[in-house]
Each structure stands twice: as structure tokens, then as C-alpha cells.
């Protein structure tokens, strides 16, 4: 061959251009560097977790009480949960589609919103502003499945790491944006708005072609490699950290913040030397494979007949190729409706409707609910708790930045561990789940109680059991219903977060909070003016809202325990052996592939 000439193959002797050449390709194209564009993606696709830090501009701009906040705030979650539509999409298209649609549609969403609140349009109405929000929020749907689908059906055996490490980074996203965001533009909350319109959808468009879906071969030290990005993360994450605490007691100016930020684009690019270095290996492995073959073996292949034996009777035998099309065209004439509620055995490729009415699902789906709606209701609402309970105000970016950093361990927390004591101890992942929920409601009654400098303790809380519950759910989702169609069972998975959002911010925490805050203005003999905010200060804001989310998420916790009931026989089992045969089989033909393609030249 061209490549194979003499010099080449040495594993001492120095790169050539050619060899460079090659070794680039292999690294833009490789497995390894898909799952760093992922990364960067879903780095800068969590801005709706950042609602804390801008909404109170959203309020006082544009004269909302809480309930009319809170309103834009489940619109937001709506968007950003709904995703059905990016499954199905993403289920005939390939990911760079889904990508595409994403970018535009968070740039208009959020551009939009931000337009308004600098008055640069004529002020919107409520329904406008909530279609805005949900349009910017929806953008987040395609980005997580136009990325995340892909990366988990290349890495099915390492799925929770997968899934733990790519929410990690979704996790610690507003604390990332918010260290870019104070170097580009200061303290102008404002322009907020502006960064998370452009810079998600800017990143979607310079990785359209490298998220894709590729062989499943799976590598001896795959799950090492993922090991290595997980410490960059964390890494990553303890700086942060670090400077959410500097920052919160020292003042920094705008050029120390572009020092941080810049230190955080490193880290965030750092895990490209794991990648390029990955990469080398399998290019080296491949090219020494190349130049090391045996010619009589080739021939040998080629020559022995056995080979192609046991295929050659299927081909020739008249009854069984006529047969074939028969068996294909009996099942099609079954109607999809007739197996809804004849599921093959969990861990097998279910249907979509016989996913969404299984028992399993719908346990799933309110223990969701519960959880997820509650610790959303709580990071949403943390700017008004902050005020509420006379906090300084520099301690909602601290606040929000703490639920970022602890979303991120939550997420790598139990994605990675939930692995670890799956397949070493058979321990089921609803279980973990069960048991993230009721460590939620201590962070939940610490809200409720106004517990003193309580509220960075809830937020660590909080934000740890908000991340942990998505891998987990996801997870799950994977694991009972099969792979097959994932990008929209996952999608379906995530629309419990508006539904729980709705009933626990909506209709409980903004109705009691716009209560007693017209309670307290009736006590001072004042009256509400039309399109002025509605403040109320002390415990009794939140007090009874948070003592029934913790109820709920309670009640949560109690209906996951029917899941793991129903699954544990599951989970004893060895879930993953399909996917191993699979991989083995497939790097069996990619090896008789590239042999026999060396052959002849």
C-alpha cells in the first residue's frame, strides 16, 4: 500500500508528514474526539439552569408578581424537558439536523427575550415572553439528544459513565457561563441573556459533523479513558469552586474574572490531549497491524471455502430464500396497537408505545415527578428565597454557582457510581434513585424552616440531588426498554420535570408566595399598583410551599420503591452480555475487514 513504504511502522521512528496527516484524521474522526465535541457542547447547553441569576431583571423591568414568574419559569422547564419532538426527529435524521435546529432555535428564543428586557422592543405580552422562553429552552432538548443519544449507542456498555460525565458538564455549565459572562460583560445581568442566546448555538455549529452515530467496538480500557475525563472534570469543577468562594468574599474586577475564565477554557479543552493520545494508540495499533500482516494467512482465508459455508445453503436453497419474505410480511400486517401491551422482557428493544404503557414507565414517570419537580421548584425560586430571607445579593450568583458545581458531582456521582455497584454488586440503579430522593427533602425542609445561613447548605443539597436523578432516569430508561428508540424514550423520560415544575412552582409555591405578600402589604395598609412586583419577605413566603414539596418528594420516593420491587430480578442478572457478544462480533469483522483489505495491495 501507499502508506506502508519503508520507515514507516517503527514504533520509535519520528512522525512524517504523511503520518501526521493520517494521525489528524484519525483524531478529527475518532470515537474519542465525538465525545470531546460533546463535551463542549453540553458545557454551555445548562443555561436554563441559570434562571436564578437573571430573573429578577425579568421581574422588575417588567412588572411580574411570583405567580407571573413562575409561569415563565415552567415554560422555561416545558421547553427545555419537551424534547419528544427532538427524539423523533433525531429518530430518521441524522444528529447534525437535530443539532441545526437546536442553534437557531436558541438564538431566536433567547435573543428575543433579551431584546425585551432592554427595551429595545415594545414591551411583550406574558404569552409572548413565555413562547420566547420556551423556544430558547427547547434548543436544550436537541442539543442533549443530538449529542447524548449518539455518544451512549457508541459506549452502550459504559452507559452510566457516559451519561454521569456528559450531565456532569451540563451540570456545571452556569457555573462555567457565569465565569464568562462577568469577563466579557461585568455585573450587566442583562447581557446574561444575550451570552446564552449565541455562545450554546455558536458551539452546536462548529461540531455539526463530528457528532455522529459509529460502529460499536468496544476498547479494553474504555472505561479508563472515561475515568480520565471524569478527573479533568472534577478538576475543573474544584476550581470553580474555588472561585465561586474567592469571589463571593472578594470583589473581583472584570479583568480578574477574564483570568478565571480563560483558566476555565483551558480545563475545558484539556481532556483534547486525552483524546489526541487515545487516538495515537489505535492509529499506531492499526498501522503496525497493517505492516505486520501475514500474506499466507490472507491467502489462506481467501482460499479455504469453509468460510463462506455456512451462508452458501440460505443463498442456494430455493424453499428457504422463498420462505423469507413470507415471515417478514405476516408480522408487518400486526397491527403496532396489538403488541402495545405485550412487551418482550426488559432489557430487550421496546416499541415506543409499549415503553409508554408499561407499568414500568409510569412508575417511573411520577417518581419523576415528585423528585425532579421538587429540586427544580427550589433552584428556580433561589433568587426569591435569597431576597426573602435578607441574604446579600451578591449570594445569589453564589447560590446559583453552588447548585451548578453540586448538579455536576451529582451527576458524575451517579452515573459513574451507580455503575461501579452494578456490576460489581448487582445493586439496582432505581434503588440509588429512591434513596437521592429522600436525601432531597433534608435540603427541602432547611428551605421550609430558614434554617440560619441554611440556604448554602440546601443548595448543595439541592443541586447534588437535582444531577444525580437525571443519569439515574436515564439510565433506567436505557437499561428496561432497550436502545433501540432511545433519543425518544429519553425525551419522554424528561417531560415529568415540567409536569412536577407546574403543579409544585406554579399552582403551589408562586400562589402561597403572592398570598402572603399581599398579606403583609394589607398589614401596612398599601395596595398593590398595576405593574409593579410583588415582594414578600420572611419564612412564611416559603415556609408551607416547601413542607408539601418535601411531602411529595417523600410520596416520590415511596412509589420507586414499586420499581425496585419489580425490577430486582433484572438487575441480579447480567444486563450487558448482549452488548459485549455484539461488540466481539463486531470487532471480529472490522479485523477480517481491514486483513483482507491489506491483502491484495
Excluded at 436564578?52 to 422547564?77: A, C, P, R
Excluded at 467496538?217 to 474555588?242: C, D, H, T, W
Excluded at 463571593?248 to 486525552?274: D, R, S
Aim: with cysteine; aromatic share 12%; net charge positive.
Amino acid at each position: 500500500m501507499v502508506v506502508a513504504g519503508p520507515g514507516i511502522g517503527g514504533g520509535g521512528s519520528p512522525l512524517r508528514w504523511t503520518d501526521m496527516k493520517g494521525l489528524s484524521l484519525q483524531v478529527i474522526t475518532g470515537r474519542w474526539f465525538m465525545v470531546f465535541a460533546s463535551f463542549l457542547i453540553m458545557s454551555a447547553a445548562g443555561a436554563t439552569y441559570m434562571f436564578g441569576s437573571y430573573s429578577n431583571d425579568i421581574k422588575s423591568v417588567l412588572g411580574y408578581d411570583q405567580t407571573t414568574l413562575n409561569l415563565l419559569s415552567f415554560f422555561k422547564d416545558v421547553g427545555a424537558n419537551v424534547g419528544v419532538l427532538s427524539g423523533l426527529i433525531n429518530e430518521v435524521t441524522p444528529p447534525w439536523v437535530v443539532l441545526s435546529i437546536g442553534a437557531v432555535l436558541n438564538f431566536f428564543g433567547y435573543f428575543m427575550m433579551w431584546l425585551a428586557v432592554t427595551k429595545r422592543i415594545a414591551t411583550p405580552q406574558v404569552w409572548q415572553m413565555c413562547m420566547y422562553i420556551c423556544i430558547g429552552a427547547n434548543s436544550q432538548s436537541f442539543a442533549n439528544t443530538g449529542s447524548l443519544v449518539p455518544c451512549v449507542k457508541n459506549f452502550p456498555e459504559s452507559r452510566g459513565a457516559v451519561l454521569g460525565i456528559l450531565k456532569g458538564y451540563v451540570g456545571l455549565s452556569g457555573a462555567i457561563i457565569t465565569q464568562i459572562y462577568h469577563a466579557i460583560y461585568g455585573d450587566d445581568a442583562k447581557s446574561l441573556i444575550l451570552l446564552i442566546g449565541w455562545l450554546p448555538s455558536a458551539i452546536s455549529l462548529v461540531f455539526l459533523r463530528t457528532i455522529r452515530y459509529m460502529k460499536v467496538i468496544r476498547q479494553p480500557n474504555e472505561l479508563k479513558v472515561f475515568y480520565n475525563f471524569l478527573y479533568i472534570s472534577l478538576g475543573l469543577a474544584g476550581f470553580l469552586m474555588i472561585m465561586i468562594i474567592l469571589q463571593n468574599q472578594v470583589t473581583f474586577t472584570q479583568g480578574e474574572y477574564g483570568g478565571t475564565a480563560t483558566a476555565v477554557v483551558i480545563l475545558l479543552f484539556l481532556p483534547l490531549a486525552v483524546v489526541i493520545l487515545e487516538e495515537y494508540k489505535l492509529w499506531n495499533t492499526k498501522k503496525l497491524e497493517m505492516n505486520n500482516t501475514a500474506p499466507l494467512k490472507i491467502i489462506t482465508e481467501k482460499l479455504n471455502p469453509d468460510q463462506a459455508a455456512p451462508s452458501a445453503p440460505a443463498a442456494s436453497s430455493g424453499a428457504t430464500t422463498n420462505s423469507l419474505p413470507d415471515q417478514p410480511s405476516s408480522e408487518k400486517q400486526v397491527s403496532c396497537w396489538k403488541n402495545v401491551f405485550r412487551p418482550p422482557d426488559r432489557g430487550e428493544d421496546y416499541t415506543i408505545l409499549q415503553a409508554l404503557f408499561s407499568i414500568d414507565m409510569l412508575v417511573l414517570f411520577m417518581t419523576a415527578i415528585c423528585g425532579v419537580g421538587g429540586t427544580l421548584t427550589a433552584i428556580d425560586n433561589l433568587g426569591q428565597i435569597g431576597k426573602s430571607y435578607k441574604y446579600p445579593k451578591q449570594s445569589t450568583s453564589t447560590f446559583v454557582s453552588l447548585v451548578s458545581i453540586w448538579n455536576y458531582l451529582g451527576r458524575v456521582a451517579s452515573g459513574f457510581g451507580s455503575e461501579i455497584v452494578l456490576k460489581k454488586y448487582n445493586f439496582p440503579r432505581p434503588l440509588m434513585l429512591t434513596l437521592t430522593l429522600l436525601l432531597s427533602c433534608a435540603g427541602h425542609l432547611i428551605i421550609a424552616f430558614n434554617v440560619p445561613n441554611g440556604l448554602y447548605v440546601a443548595s448543595v443539597i439541592i443541586g447534588f440531588c437535582f444531577g444525580a436523578q437525571w443519569p439515574l432516569l436515564f439510565a433506567i430508561i436505557s437499561e428496561l426498554f432497550g436502545l433501540k428508540y432511545y433519543s425518544t424514550l429519553y425525551n419522554f423520560g424528561s417531560v415529568a420535570s415540567p409536569i412536577g415544575l407546574y403543579l409544585l412552582n406554579v399552582k403551589v409555591t408562586g400562589n402561597l408566595y403572592d398570598k402572603e405578600a399581599e398579606k403583609q402589604m394589607a398589614a401596612l395598609g398599601l395596595k398593590r399598583e398595576a405593574g409593579k412586583e410583588l415582594d414578600c419577605t420572611g419564612v412564611e413566603c416559603f415556609k408551607l410551599s416547601f413542607i408539601i414539596i418535601t411531602a411529595a418528594t417523600l410520596s416520590g420516593a415511596i412509589v420507586s420503591l414499586i420499581l425496585v420491587l419489580r425490577t430486582r430480578k433484572f438487575y441480579k442478572s447480567d444486563i450487558y452480555k448482549k452488548f459485549r457478544e455484539q461488540a466481539a462480533k463486531a470487532a471480529e469483522t472490522e479485523m477480517a475487514t481491514t486483513t483482507n483489505g491489506t491483502g491484495p495491495s
